[in-house]
């Protein structure tokens, strides 16, 4: 018998998401910290 597992598709599906949410933020953390030294470098 199969036996199907709904929460290991939703997690198959939100996966790329989860990577895609976590590049995301690391590319505004980055730019904010661009910006806070560029500020700190102006002043």
């Known amino acids: 018998m199969k036996v199907a597992n709904p ?3 939703i997690d198959k ?3 790329p998401f ?3 949410s ?3 933020r690391n ?4 730019a ?4 806070l030294l560029a ?3 102006g002043s």
């Open 39 to 41: 500020t700190v470098k």
């Open 13 to 15: 599906l939100t996966y």
């Open 27 to 30: 590319v505004l953390v980055s």
């Open 22 to 24: 976590v590049s995301i």
């Open 7 to 9: 929460i290991g598709h």
């Open 18 to 20: 989860q990577l895609v």
């Open 32 to 35: 904010v910290f661009q910006l």
